[in-house]
Structures are given as C-alpha cells and as structure tokens.
C-alpha cells in the first residue's frame, strides 16, 4: 500500500514485501568520479596546459569567466569521458567532478558554473589562426601539431635506436553540407580523408584532407616535419616509414631515400606484377593442393613502374595459394636483401601495420574523431586535434598508471567504462572534497595501482 503522496518518489515491483522506490534527490553524484586519475595523468604529462598554450586569448580578463585553459581542459576530458557533443556540457558544466579537473569549484559569477556551457565551447571550436572581433580566441596549428610529436619524445626515458611511424588514411563520414565534403567512390559517401601518424599506440600526428585527393596527399610534409622534430630529440634514431600501397609514389620514396628514412610500403598489384610470381604461384598451387593447406612462396627482385617511377626498387612478391585461389601480395621496400630476408620482411614487418587500423578505429569509436559535423575545415580540423589530445591523454594513463595490469593492451573504450564511469557521491567541505566511490567496484585495485604510479611520476 502506497504510504506517502510525493509525485518525485517512483514505486517499483517489491522485493521479499518491501516497496522498491527511488527519487531524484541523493545530491551531487558524478557518474564519472573515474575521469580524477585523468586529472593526475594530465599532471604527469602537462598535455592541457601545453595544448591551451597552443592558443591565444584576447577577450577582457575582466570580463571573462571561463580561461582557455578550462575550456580546452573541459572538451578534452569530456570526449575522454565518453562525451562527444558539446551540448553535453550543458549538463556537464555543473558536474562536481569537472569543477574539480578544472580547478575551480565556483564561477565568480551567480549566473554561471564552474565549467562552460555548449555555447561557450563552440565559440572555441570556431576559433581561428588570427583573432578577429567576433573570435577573440585564436590557435596556432602549427604548434598544435609540435605537441603531438614532443609529447610522444617525452614517453620516452631514453632515445629508442629505431621507431616506425605507421600512416594511413581513413574516411571520415560527412552527414551534412560541411565545407570540403566530396563523394568518395571507394567509401561510397560524402566523406573527408584524414591522415594519421602513429608509432605503436602513440599518436603523432591527425591531418583533415578532402577527399578528392590522392591517400598519399600531403604526407612528405607531414613526414619531413615529423622527422625534422625527431631528430632535433634523436639524432641517431633511424626511421622506418610503413604504410600501405596508396603511399607507394615516387615522390615520397625519393624523399625518404634522399633523406636516410627506410620505407616499406604496399604495391598494388598489376599484369607486369603478376607475371613476375608465375612460377612461385604455380608452386605454391601444387603443394595447397598436395597438402590441402594454404600454401605461399616469397621472390625477392628489383622492378620500376613504366613511368611514374624514378628508378628501380626492391620489390618482395607473396606467391599464395589458398582456399582455392590465387592470393598474390606486393611491397616496396629501401630495406637491403642483407638486412631482412623477403619472408620476414612480409610477415615480421609490413604486417604489423595492420594494428594501426586497430588505433585509428580508437580514435573514431572511442574518441569521437570523426564527429566533424562543424560548418568549416578549420572547425573540424580544429575537433579532430580535441578528440586527438583526449586520446593521447588515456594513452598516457595506459602507458604510465596501468603497465603490467590486465587493461596495459585494453582499449580506450575498456578503459573508460572500467575505471572512469565510477559513481560516487561528492562531498564539499571546508576542508576537503571527497569522492566517495561505489564500493562494489570491481576494478578498485586497478585503480589504486594506477593512482600510486601516477602520483609517484607525477613527483
């Protein structure tokens, strides 16, 4: 029997003759308590400051609520968090626990909170290089791509004797009449065609392109910039570029060649191609249908395009035979015969490449980097960098707060609904601010290990 009238408390089926009701009045709960050791990763590392840095800001101090610091704080923990749209901040910008990473727990002004709202954060992403009247808030893109790589050299304790900068190009689907958008035949879709630079899991580097262009577009830039700030850090490091057969044009090999960088790229197939392996395809036929196994042959030889190539390269063919058919593979390689063999080039290097497509698929599924639904390339361009820094700030707490746990290979997506989406409850008082924390958590002592490393490197 229903005991009380209030139209706030909602009655549910009982359990063992006791009435199940809840309401809305448990008082300042964070779904996110999770989103601290974001916080303490960021103290590790410095990416919000160093990123906020990477802005100039000419509004009235006077008159202003929100620093640039907290909003850039602000868009990059939220997409953390799972939060792709700015209209989340609406809500957002009263939770406890963004207060807290932004350092301020109390707007200045009664009409506002602590953190911005979605109208506040779009007038960021609409900055420009130069501020304007109505802007007042520029970026300098530059020095956002600068970070990127400093950010990746300062990982490292020491200079690594090689690293291998995976590129790729993806697409990034358009549902609107955004500036830029083209129908892109092979993704059948108005799409743009970012680039992205990673070396393992860390990022370096995230371009947005048309997509009217070739895959390859822009990369020698993009390389040659790269390279340059590596070897400032890392003289002696070498450097092996991998990427697949739509980076195979002259222009980037002979940059790499002229400039000491290795390279090991996908060739697309063709006649002249295909009529190299005969033999070694006919063998590997016979043995798949001797054995009823898969079979393959490696040949190893030189060859250059009719045209469009300025010299002859090293060429490793992958004669396979399986599940009845034919199954030939190509790539181009700077790698000397006397360095690497043609099957452990195939199978121990260029194959490798194909986790970068498990790092791209974080980005844009767990880091909303394709969420570029802003009127402008600049805009867009400018989410892309957000959603970026987010995920290179949950790398940080993979690689420095949960090395050696059982989420040190987990995904961005893992990560965050184990040990970020936390409830708790939050309490304010003159002396302290206390998450108290679901205590049936499962992963607790994940957490309190990534706490303890965190605050020790934070040292």
């Given at each position: 029997m229903q005991t009380e009238c209030n139209s706030d408390l909602f009655e549910f089926a009982p359990v063992e003759r006791r009435p199940v009701v809840a309401s809305f009045d448990g008082g300042s709960i964070t779904t996110d308590a999770g989103g601290l050791l974001l916080g303490a990763t960021d103290r590790t590392i410095g990416l919000i400051d160093r990123f906020a840095g990477c802005f100039v800001d000419r509004r009235n101090p006077a008159l202003i609520e929100h620093e640039v610091r907290t909003l850039v704080g602000q868009r990059v923990y939220g997409l953390a968090l799972g939060y792709e749209d700015l209209n989340d901040h609406d809500h957002l910008r009263r939770d406890r626990l963004f207060a807290v990473l932004a350092g301020k727990l109390s707007a200045r002004r009664q009409d506002c909170a602590p953190v911005a709202g979605k109208s506040t954060l779009n007038r960021l992403e609409l900055s420009r290089a130069e501020a304007t009247r109505y802007?007042?808030?520029?970026?300098?893109?530059?020095?956002?791509?600068?970070?990127?790589v400093e950010l990746f050299v300062e990982a490292h304790k020491r200079p690594p004797a090689q690293v291998v900068l995976d590129?790729?190009?993806?697409?990034?689907?358009?549902?609107?009449?955004?500036?830029?958008?083209?129908?892109?035949?092979?993704?059948?879709?108005?799409?743009?065609?970012?680039?992205?630079?990673f070396c393992?899991?860390?990022?370096?580097?995230?371009?947005?392109?048309?997509?009217?262009?070739?895959?390859?577009?822009?990369?020698?830039?993009?390389?040659?910039?790269?390279v340059?700030?590596?070897?400032?850090?890392?003289?002696?490091?070498r450097i092996l570029l991998r990427a697949d057969s739509g980076f195979a044009r002259d222009r980037?090999?002979?940059?790499?060649?002229?400039?000491?960088?290795?390279?090991?790229?996908?060739?697309?197939?063709?006649?002249?191609?295909?009529?190299?392996?005969?033999?070694?395809?006919?063998?590997?036929?016979?043995?798949?249908?001797?054995?009823?196994?898969?079979?393959?042959?490696?040949?190893?030889?030189?060859?250059?395009?009719?045209?469009?190539?300025?010299?002859?390269?090293?060429?490793?063919a992958k004669a396979e035979w399986t599940r009845g058919e034919a199954n030939p593979r190509f790539v181009v390689t700077s790698l000397r015969r006397d360095e690497v063999k043609a099957r452990a080039l195939y199978e121990k290097i260029y194959c490798a490449r194909g986790d970068m497509e498990n790092?791209?698929?974080?980005?844009?599924?767990?880091?909303?980097?394709?969420?570029?639904?802003s009127a402008t390339m600049r805009a867009n361009q400018l989410r892309l960098w957000c959603a970026s820094m987010a995920y290179v700030l949950l790398c940080a707490l993979r690689r420095i707060g949960l090395r050696h746990t059982r989420f040190a290979k987990a995904s961005c997506g893992s990560i965050?609904?184990?040990?970020?989406?936390?409830?708790?409850?939050?309490?304010?008082?003159?002396?302290?601010?206390k998450f108290a924390m679901a205590s049936g958590c499962p992963w607790r002592d994940d957490f309190r290990t990534a706490h303890a490393r965190l605050t020790a490197a934070a040292r």
């Open positions: 802007h007042k808030i520029s970026h300098d893109p530059a020095a956002i791509e600068r970070l990127f590129l790729d190009a993806t697409d990034d689907p358009l549902h609107g009449h955004q500036e830029g958008r083209f129908f892109h035949g092979y993704y059948d879709g108005y799409c743009y065609l970012p680039l992205y630079v393992g899991r860390h990022l370096l580097a995230a371009k947005l392109r048309r997509a009217d262009i070739d895959a390859s577009a822009g990369s020698v830039e993009e390389v040659e910039r790269i340059e700030q590596l070897r400032a850090h890392w003289p002696r490091v980037l090999m002979a940059w790499c060649e002229a400039n000491d960088v290795d390279y090991v790229f996908g060739l697309a197939r063709n006649e002249r191609l295909a009529a190299e392996i005969e033999a070694e395809l006919a063998a590997a036929q016979a043995q798949s249908r001797r054995t009823g196994r898969p079979a393959r042959r490696f040949k190893d030889f030189q060859w250059t395009t009719r045209e469009s190539w300025s010299r002859r390269r090293r060429v490793i790092r791209i698929k974080e980005c844009q599924a767990d880091m909303f980097s394709d969420r570029t639904a965050r609904l184990a040990l970020l989406k936390i409830g708790a409850l939050v309490t304010i008082s003159c002396r302290r601010v």
